[in-house]
């Protein structure tokens, strides 16, 4: 590896490991990120064209070496590997190695404060739609489930005990919802994120006339982020606010995760697992596992731990320090997390089989207490009173008809209302808005 310009101590050994610990993981993560870093500089480039600091025919050279880059790391020409200390020096490297001192001018008015916050901000701009696109899918998913099963019913528990007869139909809705309000709040947040940070270099700004409104347009921005100390103190903050948007969307995927691995449990015996979401024992031939709805329950606490960790590290004062470097791991493992995790949810809930049967035999006589005593209430008798009545008629209360409940459950968003339309809808705005 080369030394660094930024390298100050003129010891071979004391550089070397210095180097080592400061450049840390940035090899490895900057194999997702060298990407965006590419398409950062080509538009870096043609906005000093076009401010008159860069010589046309340097662009078209620089043009020329940046899609042959791109060409090469695509077809695995071009490794990033440790013979670099990151994404940006590869680059830098490759131009100087194809073009000289003209690829030596492509850092001209940029810092590399501001190189990986662009090529982040893209990252995680990129990875949010994705997760929104995943988030409707999954909605799609369930709300086909809760049509095919509107009316089947199936106990309701609170505190996992045994409540009142509910409906499949409500169970998945409920998902259904769950998953179109995570949706839009990826779709607002990356909305929200959709500002350009190139140009600000290291948070002070340069004595150069940079065209960042169009280079800001070209890489698809919304807006600029105009101020330079503002950019760099967004670094981390910003990407907590990003995690925490996946954050939630895993949470709704946790809960179904949860729901499944209970409810294909022989204690239950509700749902049997596609044959592509579970594997057997390595010792014990009878099981089969329910490991993609575990997955999808475990996920939620690597980006737990990501949005912990960034919350940590962006405790400093204004301007750039070197703990940032740290925040790009912690954002990349996160955002692995939920789109992996996220991506299996919609299979698993196409593959499932529901044994309605099983549901409908798990419905006790005790669960129609509610309904007794809210017709008791609806006839007259304070409700208070009617639950106590009830409570001393447990023994003896019979057993009632599950699918008549069902169909008595009126109110707007319950069994026999579950407005399957209006959810549809909300899917299909997050889905278009995108």
């Known amino acids: 590896m080369s030394t660094p310009v930024w390298a100050k101590s003129e010891s071979v050994e004391t550089s070397a490991e210095m180097m080592r610990f400061m450049a840390g993981e940035d090899v490895v993560l900057d194999r997702e990120l060298i990407g965006f870093d590419l398409r950062a500089t080509l538009a870096h480039v043609r906005g000093l064209g076009r401010s008159g ?3 046309p025919d340097d662009v078209r050279s ?4 940046l899609d042959a880059l791109s060409a090469d790391l695509r077809d695995g020409r071009f490794v990033l590997d440790d013979r670099y200390e990151d994404g940006h020096s590869a680059i830098e490297a490759f131009l100087v190695e194809r073009l000289g001192e003209t690829g030596k001018r492509v850092h001209l008015g940029r810092s590399r404060n501001d190189q990986v916050l662009v090529a982040t901000r893209l990252f995680t701009i990129e990875a949010l739609s994705r997760l929104r696109e995943i988030a409707v899918e999954c909605g799609r998913a369930a709300l086909e489930l809760a049509r095919r099963h509107e009316m089947d019913p199936m106990p309701g528990y609170t505190h996992l005990q045994r409540a009142t007869p509910s409906s499949v139909g409500l169970w998945m809705a409920s998902y259904a919802e769950g998953f179109c309000d995570s949706a839009e709040l990826l779709g607002l947040t990356g909305a929200w994120m959709n500002t350009c940070p190139l140009g600000t270099a290291a948070g002070y700004g340069v ?23 503002h950019a760099q103190a967004s670094r981390g903050v910003f990407d907590v606010q990003a995690l925490s948007a996946a954050w939630q969307f895993a949470q709704v995927v946790r809960r179904l995760g949860w729901d499944l691995t209970l409810f294909a449990s022989g204690e239950f015996g509700f749902v049997t697992l596609g044959g592509d979401a579970s594997t057997g024992s390595s010792i014990m031939p009878n099981k089969r596992n329910p490991d993609a709805a575990e997955l999808m329950r475990g996920s939620a606490s690597v980006i737990g731990g990501a949005v912990s960790e960034l919350q940590q590290l962006t405790s400093l004062p204004s301007g750039y320090h070197r703990d940032l470097q740290l925040s790009k791991g912690a954002l990349l493992r996160g955002m692995r997390a939920a789109i992996g995790s996220a991506s299996i949810a919609p299979g698993v809930i196409r593959g499932l089989t529901l044994h309605t049967d099983r549901m409908r035999e798990a419905i006790e006589p005790s669960m129609f207490a509610t309904d007794r005593a809210v017709d008791l209430a609806a006839g ?23 699918d008549e409940s069902l169909a008595r459950r009126v109110s707007r968003g319950a069994c026999a209302d579950l407005r399957l339309n209006e959810l549809e809808a909300r899917l299909d705005g997050a889905r278009e808005r995108a």
């Open 207 to 229: 004595n150069l006339a940079l065209d960042r409104e169009g280079v800001s347009r070209e890489l698809g921005f919304a807006r600029l982020q105009v101020n330079p100390m």
């Open 380 to 402: 007259g008798v304070p409700f208070r009173d009617a639950y106590r009545q009830v409570k001393g008629e447990l023994e003896s209360l019979g057993a009632g008809d599950p």
């Open 53 to 55: 600091l860069m010589e």
């Open 62 to 65: 620089i043009e020329t070496a």
